[in-house]
């Protein structure tokens, strides 16, 4: 089978579950409101494939992703807005002409000017439209994300710390405030000053992951996922001991902790 027939065979399978006569219940009752969280699922679970380098759960995660695609254009198409061709046809004119390079005369050096270029293109297209540098990014991002958006368009503008070095002033700065605001044991809820130091010193070592050129969000994941797989170690190796975690001491995990560590390699 073809891309073009199965992306046909696809489209008429979404059509038979949202016929009002012959479909889905379920299905027919979705719009793009209560359809988009499962969106923004199928997409972290692309990720997390892609992660896990596990190329038989991408194909499958992939497929679910463009099933959602397929589903928000039948809906638009039975409200009479577009269809799956014409966002295709839109995203292809798209695609050719921030890709003058590739699809017409224009040079470029490298990866790296490849992003200027089309960043540049985005803020003319915006400009156009009489947007402000900030204007079009979701507001329902993961918060990590977000930030380093807004970080980075301010950047382009010149409002920016230029490297690293500055912005990691600007954490231990952040870090200073939030250490004032700690109350003298754990609350419960912080208090609204407490919390709002502490995602300034959030937004500032965004900056930092971003000047550093790594990607906050990714980074976060991954020392998640270590954490995670070093406590994973340590429940095992307490459980060959007969007990849990809430059986031991503090001292007996962070000793099991630092041996799992040595076991990885080290810090990584």
């Not at 979705?30 to 991408?58: G, K, N």
């Not at 590739?102 to 470029?108: E, P, R, S, T, Y």
């Not at 996922?225 to 001491?249: D, M, W």
């Amino acid at each position: 089978m073809t891309a073009a027939a199965a992306i046909d065979r696809l489209l008429a399978v979404m059509a038979r579950l949202r016929d009002r006569e012959r479909g889905c219940p379920w299905d027919i009752e979705q719009s793009f409101a209560t359809i988009a969280p499962y969106t923004i699922e199928e997409a972290y679970e692309v990720a997390d494939a892609i992660e896990r380098a596990d190329m038989d759960a991408l194909r499958e995660e992939l497929g679910d992703l463009l099933f959602q695609v397929v589903f928000h254009a039948r809906m638009a198409e039975e409200a009479g807005l577009f269809d799956f061709r014409a966002g295709a046809e839109a995203l292809t004119a798209k695609m050719v002409a921030r890709h003058p390079h590739v699809f017409a005369d224009a040079v470029v050096a490298g990866a790296a000017a490849q992003t200027e270029a089309w960043e540049a293109t985005k803020a003319r297209e915006r400009a156009a439209k009489g947007a402000g540098a900030l204007d079009g990014v979701p507001a329902n991002l993961p918060a990590l994300l977000r930030a380093q958006k807004i970080q980075a368009r301010a950047g382009r503008v010149g409002f920016d710390w230029g490297a690293a070095g500055p912005a990691l002033d600007k954490v231990e700065e952040e870090a200073r405030e939030v250490r004032a605001r700690l109350p003298a044991s754990p609350p419960a809820v912080a208090s609204e000053p407490l919390a709002e130091e502490i995602g300034d010193l959030l937004f500032a070592l965004v900056n930092v992951a971003r000047l550093s050129g790594a990607d906050a969000e990714t980074a976060l994941r991954r020392a998640t996922l270590k954490f995670e797989r070093r406590f994973r170690a340590v429940e095992a190796a307490l459980a060959a001991r007969g007990r849990t975690p809430a059986q031991s001491t503090l001292a007996e995990m962070d000793a099991l902790w630092d041996a799992v560590k040595r076991d990885e390699g080290g810090d990584r």
